[in-house]
């Protein structure tokens, strides 16, 4: 899945040894993953904090939680620690975090976020406009979404959500059943269309 070199382990063992939680781990997670936004995130877990779904990984001194959507954008990760002359750094490459790697059975999240980004945002672009889904409401098939740039409090946003963004959505996403728009549009210095 992912690699945490030595250097990394001993430095994370060290930081977490310092907390006074006890039972302290990690958690391994991408934000957005499968997007141009994708980051990868390393965040401290107290007991009880990770999800049901979490694969735990065990190193000396510690343990990590490793989020089930995120392991496969995980894939040839690296975890790295180099000390420098103001310290030291932790770092993480992911390369695989912002490919799209989107099948009919992947997460309704995932495959949202894969014709938003891959097919709505480049047509959307030309006006210096895009969408981003915000979340999926609590029914489980309503997709929640935020315009930006062009798009924000553009006049004609109400037509580009109902003709472009929710129909193509729906058509590509049977089990979608509406798309709502939270975006504050009152904000209309870079609206495309005032």
């Known amino acids: ?15 977490l040894s310092k907390q ?14 499968g997007t141009p936004y994708a980051e990868t995130c390393i965040a ?17 001194g510690f ?23 103001m310290g030291g750094q932790l770092t993480i490459k992911a390369p695989n975090a912002r490919a799209p790697k989107v099948s009919d059975d992947s997460p309704l999240e995932d495959r949202i976020n894969y014709i938003l980004y891959n097919e709505i945002n480049p047509a959307l672009s030309s006006h210096g406009g895009m969408v981003s889904l915000h979340e999926l409401a609590d029914d489980g098939k309503t997709a929640v979404l935020q315009f930006g740039g062009g798009c924000q409090g553009c006049g004609m946003v109400d037509v580009t959500l109902k ?11 049977p089990e979608l ?5 939270v975006t504050d549009h009152s904000q ?3 609206a495309y269309y005032k």
């Open 1 to 15: 899945m992912f690699t945490i070199t030595e250097s990394a382990q001993e430095y994370l063992a060290d930081l």
């Open 20 to 33: 006074d939680e006890k039972g302290m781990a990690i958690r391994v997670y991408v934000t957005r993953p």
């Open 44 to 60: 401290y877990c107290k007991p009880g904090e990770e999800e049901e779904t979490d694969q735990r990984i065990d190193y000396a």
């Open 63 to 85: 343990h990590a939680w490793v989020d089930a959507r995120s392991e496969q954008y995980l894939e040839e990760a690296l975890i790295d620690y180099a000390t420098d002359k």
């Open 163 to 173: 003709e472009g963004v929710e129909r193509t959505l729906k058509e590509r996403i």
């Open 177 to 181: 059943e509406s798309v709502v728009d």
């Open 188 to 190: 209309r210095e870079n």
